[in-house]
Nanobody
Framework: QVQLVESGGGLVQPGGSLRLSCATS????????MNWYRQAPGKQRELVAT???????TYSDSVKGRFTISRDNSKNTVYLQMNRLKPDDTALYYC?????WGQGTQVTVSS
């Protein structure tokens, strides 16, 4: 059974940082590209970052230079380091590999 469990969200002031984690199980993690998505209220789900099986990374223009995606295949976990956060980054953040979705972790950027 595929499971993805996101954690690390919270309330942070503009300019602050958070590190999200997504612990996975039920599939061979190292074989899959991993993605972080986000969805803000009233908006469509947006692909934020991708890390391939060979550690190649891509980012949306809205987060490039501020967010870093990484993976630890020994822990079956993907991370999203988010720096210089803005109010527009407020959203529910999900990880995904094409096999299913977790419950997401809420990130709120507000003073």
């Amino acid at each position: 059974q595929v499971q993805l469990v996101e954690s690390g969200g919270g309330l942070v002031q503009p300019g602050g940082s958070l590190r999200l984690s997504c612990a996975t199980s039920g599939f061979t993690f190292s074989f899959y590209n991993m993605n972080w998505y986000r969805q803000a209220p009233g908006k469509q789900r947006e692909l934020v970052a991708t890390i391939s099986r060979s550690d190649t990374t891509t980012y949306s223009d809205s987060v490039k230079g501020r967010f870093t995606i990484s993976r630890d295949n020994s822990k079956n976990t993907v991370y999203l380091q988010m720096n210089r956060l803005k109010p527009d980054d407020t959203a529910l953040y999900y990880c995904n590999c094409g096999l299913g979705w977790g419950q997401g972790t809420q990130v709120t950027v507000s003073s």
